[in-house]
């Protein structure tokens, strides 16, 4: 046994070393500022088609889009394309090294924590090819990426069982930042002392009301991942953009996808101020 964990020690010491290089906190920073930067474009759209008769109901991806539009739009996107691979990489330390609970036995909490990091590690890699495939000019108006998976997903030998299990997990993570928000424990990973009593409160606020919001879009999302499964149908699976489309359907949209889009806003900005003042530990 101790042989094995030697070795396994050994295998994972090149790795870590390299995680615990002095460009990993820049680069995880650059990648806050880019989730800040692709979670305001979602929002500000949102927000136009809410209260204006512009804007657009739109995902990650669409926000990617739209940066590419803009005057300079390559350079601006393969900026955020840097940032989002150094989220990425800054979510592969935390779910192998778990830098923020080290020294900790690992427990339930921590596993899906662990988990979770892996997730949105993921996430934002798939993200940051989206970009690059939109800088090299072959990415743009793609399919619905949420019902593609779903659609092969349902087609495996017990399918609809496994979307209607990603459908609750996604709601339990939705009801996760709900709970989060209302705690405000993500307070804890701020270096507060470098922060001014008046920047302390807006990262709170901000972080309760951009948190909340994204813990309503998870809900919807789950929500109907969990009828794609019921009905067999890949196509009632939505993502972030078919969520907030979904809220401007409902009795009231226009102020039920207002207020989530200014609650995206305030997540962008909470996330601009994790890129400034987050505590980015390092691998031990």
């Given at each position: 046994m101790s042989?094995?964990?030697s070795s396994l020690s050994d295998l994972q010491q090149p790795a870590r070393q390299a995680a615990a290089q002095p460009w990993v906190e820049p680069l995880a920073r650059c990648g806050y500022a880019a989730k800040g930067v692709v979670y305001l474009v979602v929002g500000f759209l949102a927000a136009q088609a809410a209260f204006t008769t512009g804007g657009k109901t739109?995902?990650?991806?669409?926000?990617?889009?739209t940066i590419l539009d803009q005057p300079f739009g390559k350079f601006l996107l393969a900026l955020v394309a840097i940032g989002l691979i150094g989220y990425a990489l800054w979510r592969v330390v935390q779910t192998v090294f778990d830098p923020e609970h080290a020294g900790e036995p690992m427990k339930a909490k921590q596993l899906v924590q662990r988990l979770?990091?892996?997730?949105?590690a993921t996430a934002y890699i798939g993200l940051a090819l989206t970009?690059?495939?939109l800088i090299m000019g072959n990415g743009k108006g793609n399919s619905n990426a949420t019902q593609d998976w779903t659609a092969r997903l349902i087609a495996q030998p017990w399918g609809q069982g496994l979307v209607c299990l990603a459908g609750l997990v996604v709601i339990g993570v939705g009801l996760s930042y709900l709970y989060q928000a209302y705690k405000a424990d993500f307070q804890r990973h701020f270096q507060r002392h470098q922060m001014s009593e008046?920047?302390?409160k807006w990262a709170k606020w901000l972080g309760q009301f951009g948190i909340a919001a994204r813990g309503i879009v998870?809900?919807?999302?789950?929500?109907?991942?969990v009828l794609a499964a019921l009905h067999d149908d890949a196509t009632e699976a939505i993502g972030l953009g078919g969520a907030l489309a979904a809220l401007a359907q409902q009795p009231y949209g226009a102020w039920l996808l207002g207020i989530v889009?200014?609650?995206?806003?305030?997540y962008s900005f909470y996330s601009l101020i994790e890129a400034?003042?987050?505590r980015i530990a390092q691998p031990q």
């Open positions: 042989r094995r964990k739109t995902d990650t991806s669409g926000a990617l889009e979770g990091y892996a997730f949105s970009a690059v495939k008046t920047e302390r998870f809900g919807i999302i789950g929500s109907f991942l889009a200014l609650g995206l806003i305030a400034r003042y987050r």
